[in-house]
Nanobody, 119 residues
Framework: QVQLVESGGGLVQAGGSLRLSCVVSGRTLSTYYMGWLRQAPGKEREFVADISRSGLITNYADSVKGRFTISRDNAKNMVYLQMNSLKPEDTAVYYC????????????WGQGTQVTVSS
């Protein structure tokens, strides 16, 4: 059974930074293409960033490009999302997700961690 657990969320002022972490257990992290998604109140869940199995390829939503950085440490079974220059519109529950294909839906999800950015 694969489990994903996020941490690192919290309350931060606009312009501040947070680093989200996701620990994956149950299988070797290098098996999975990993992503971060978020869902704000009253809105649909949206893509934030993803990263290839090796970590060499990353993709970002236009809204976070240049401010957020996704990374992974396969030896530690960890995935990270460094978030800088946070804006109130970044407020959402952030989810870590794992997939066996970069083209298909994610297979496993974490429970989410709340990020709140005050103006």
């Amino acid at each position: 059974q694969v489990q994903l657990v996020e941490s690192g969320g919290g309350l931060v002022q606009a312009g501040g930074s947070l680093r989200l972490s996701c620990v994956v257990s149950g299988r070797t992290l290098s098996t999975y293409y990993m992503g971060w998604l978020r869902q704000a109140p009253g809105k649909e869940r949206e893509f934030v960033a993803d990263i290839s199995r090796s970590g060499l390829i990353t993709n970002y939503a236009d809204s976070v490009k240049g401010r957020f950085t996704i990374s992974r440490d396969n030896a530690k079974n960890m995935v990270y999302l460094q978030m800088n220059s946070l804006k109130p519109e970044d407020t959402a529950v952030y989810y870590c997700a794992a997939g066996t294909s970069s083209l298909g839906p994610y297979d496993y999800w974490g429970q989410g961690t709340q990020v709140t950015v005050s103006s």
